[in-house]
């Protein structure tokens, strides 16, 4: 068994976009998967990025925005809403609402974002 204490969570951010680590390599010893809780603020993007070695699922737990995909296509993604990316699928998010946007994210195999959300999200 393996208990994840509220201290152990690390929250990463990057241009106002909040992630808790609920399950990741530095708090878990899962080969299976990582599990995030991710906040958007209003007018807030996760430009668009690809996981070549994993799949990765959303699940939209509050408010509404767009998926951002390939060749700049954008889809409606809202509150009940789950969306399944293989295995280096081109996905990002920007919330058009007006609501902070919150979604579960489960990686697998597990990822570290502690890279991703130190790198420069401004381009």
Do not use: C
């Not at 919150?102 to 990822?111: D, N």
């Amino acid at each position: 068994m393996e208990l994840i204490r509220s201290s152990d969570i690390q929250v990463f951010s990057n241009s106002g976009i909040e992630s808790r680590q609920l399950l990741f390599p530095e708090n878990s010893s899962s080969k299976r998967v990582t599990i995030t809780q991710v906040m958007v603020p209003p007018g807030g993007k996760n430009p668009p990025h690809r996981h070549s070695a994993s799949e990765q699922i959303w699940i939209a737990l509050q408010g509404s925005g767009n998926l951002l995909l390939e060749s700049g296509e954008t889809v409606g993604f809202a509150e009940g809403d789950v969306v399944r990316f293989e295995e280096g699928d081109l996905h990002g998010f920007f919330n058009s609402g007006t609501q902070t946007f919150v979604y579960m994210s489960v990686t697998s195999p597990p990822l570290n974002f502690r890279a991703a959300y130190d790198s420069d999200w401004s381009r």
